[in-house]
């Protein structure tokens, strides 16, 4: 089983690239995303791999960062959702945002993917509520203001805050999510808590 793929890029496409590892081509699909973030062909690459091994084929998803595979195991186990559409969503959402998204449970962010409709929208929030608080890669929130580095780790003190206050993780996170959501600026962890039990009480 391939887990990761380092080479030189040989060409690049609108959903796959060829990675020379070797002297051998890989074929490997991958998200706008990721793509937008490797170099020409010429340059080195290292792509996390998934591997999907079929009757009539075996297939690779490459991704420039963990998280982003991680997303894509996590929307595929969800009906309906194959390696396409979990790559057409991470296409048009990068994992802090998907995260955000489904955490507000905003079915017209997901479902401005390409081949995503509105009942299937529907059923990747819903179902992905709970398992998505779990992932890492929701400590990571891009206010209005785009100072996502400053961002990482503030949103989850906000969330163990309210878990510690009783409230459940998903709905704890749902609530600090939509709190930034709608900050202008990176607001301290006091201000997020308390905009939080603001969106929990309403």
């Given amino acids: 089983m391939i887990a990761k793929l380092t080479g030189i890029i040989d060409t690049l496409d609108e959903d796959r690239m060829v990675l020379d590892v070797a002297g051998v081509g890989y074929l490997v699909f991958c998200s706008g995303q990721t793509l937008r973030r490797m170099g020409r062909p010429g340059e080195a690459a290292s792509l ?5 091994v079929r009757e009539d084929h075996i297939h690779l998803y490459g991704f420039a960062e963990a998280a982003e595979r991680d997303w894509f195991r996590l929307l595929t186990t969800v009906q309906g959702v194959g390696a396409r559409v979990a790559l057409a969503i991470l296409s048009a959402l990068a994992p802090g945002e998907l995260a955000q998204a489904i955490a507000a449970q905003d079915k017209a962010a997901v479902s401005r993917s390409q081949g995503v409709g509105p009942k299937l929208a529907a059923r990747i929030v819903g179902e992905l509520k709970d398992k998505a608080a779990e992932l890492t890669v929701v400590r990571h929130v891009d206010f209005a203001a785009g100072k996502s580095a400053e961002a990482d780790g503030l949103l989850e003190d906000a969330v163990s805050a309210l878990v510690n206050l009783g409230f459940g993780r ?27 039990l603001k969106e929990l009480s309403a």
């Fill in 48 to 52: 996390a791999i998934e591997t999907h």
């Fill in 170 to 196: 998903s709905d704890a996170f749902g609530a600090v999510a939509q709190a930034a959501g709608r900050a202008d600026d990176a607001p301290s962890v006091e201000a997020l808590v308390k905009a939080g």
